[in-house]
């Protein structure tokens, strides 16, 4: 383990707090300094960013509605740094010591930590690999516009992006695949527990086409309507930032589609202010009470409808013999002719794969149900002076009451497996008044 806590010879400060010795002691042998292996001081080697932008937008015809549009352009991701530096202040970095205050512990700052100072398990570790860069997402799109009747635009788009340096976790502590007496006795490092460094070594692209008509707001009416039919994928990337890949997984385990592919999304948006009234372009000369009750409503919805989230099916016990889990087995066809909340894919398909082996079911390999939500408003404001005016809101959310269910249970040895239990929520709808001045 490296050690970043130096005096002024490069020696590590074994005195800089109270736990320091006895854990050099209990850990002699498995670390070094910084200097000696050639790292910097700081555990962190500094490195630059380039990130260019370039753009164009290319008119080939006379008529001006018809414009042809691209560009690529380089961003960088921030990620968290030293998860161990983060969680607490006993540098060096040897030990994480968690401690939680609130109305239920009534604990004292003073008895917070240990008394004796020598009281210490195998401990785990987060670090960031010294060389470590922020990850780089390359951008780029190419898009056809051209304008429709009633004044809109139609907008035609093919944009991509790539991560080619993901920063993600590996464990380098982990007992082998295979059986085990003893998991803590059979780490490479026994007197340490998990050893979680984070480096560059994901890889994630996406690909879409994306469609768009849109209104901006004239004339009392704007519309919008977006279409996009897209692949999201990736490569040794872990589920969640502070996730890491499974120990010794092979390189296939790990590719195949994100969280995030949905492949078709549909949105849509519209805003009315409804021309009938006093000063509007129908009934403008009605009298004042039948304008109060008519006139002046302005209607706004949005409606959005998108494909299932992937779906990665788990075996559901700790297989490997190592304290790891895998996906199952694949052994048959996982789809049924209608799908149902009692079924929505054939659960026989899928079975807990053979102990110290990696399941074979791929990543995102069935679509959970998709959702379809639609969201109004209606509006009217009473003036009472020019300047000063009540607003009235009626708000209805799920206007069709459609019930849009939550993605099944996925994991082979649960009771509800491929079953869904649960749905998003129903209609319902909310008023308001409020006095602006």
Known sequence: MDVTEVQSNGQPNLNAFPITPFLAAATQGLWTTARQVGYPDGLYQPNGNWAPRVGVAYRPWAQKGFVVRGGYGIYYNSFTGNRGGSATGNVPFWTIESQTIGLTTLQNWQTMWPANPSAFTAFQVYAPAYNIRPARTHEWNVSLQTALPFKSALTVSYVGTLVGNEVGADQYNEATIGPHKNL?????????????????????????????????????????????????????????????????????????????????????TIVWDVPVGRSRKYLSNMNRFADLLLGGWELAATEQAQ???????????????????????????????????????????????????????????????????????????????????????????????????????????????????????????????????
């Open 184 to 268: 803590q006795a059979d780490r490479p490092h026994p007197a340490y527990s998990g050893v979680q460094v984070y480096h560059n070594f994901g890889r994630n692209w996406y690909n879409g086409l994306q469609t768009k008509i849109e209104r901006r707001f004239d004339a009392g009416l704007a519309f919008t309507f977006a279409y996009s039919y897209s692949r999201s994928m990736e490569s040794n990337t872990p589920d969640c930032e502070t996730c890491s890949l499974i120990p010794y997984s092979p390189s296939w385990y790990n590719r195949g589609r994100t969280p995030f592919d949905f492949r078709h999304i549909e949105y849509a």
């Open 307 to 437: 494909s299932g989230a992937p779906l990665t099916i788990y075996g559901g016990l700790n297989n490997l013999g190592n304290g790891w889990g895998t996906r199952a087995n694949l052994v048959g066809n996982p789809a049924i002719a209608n799908p149902s909340p009692a079924a929505w894919f054939n659960t026989k398909a899928f079975v807990t794969p053979p102990l110290y082996t990696f399941g074979s079911a791929g990543m995102g390999i069935l679509d959970g149900p998709g959702v379809l939500g639609i969201n109004t408003s209606l509006a009217k404001n009473f003036y009472v002076t020019e300047q000063k005016f009540f607003q009235f809101r009626w708000e209805s959310y799920n206007l069709p009451n459609r019930v849009n269910y939550n993605n099944p249970d996925t994991t082979v040895t649960d009771t509800a497996f491929g079953r869904i239990t649960g749905a998003g929520s129903a209609r319902y709808m909310q008023l308001a008044l409020k006095f602006i001045f």
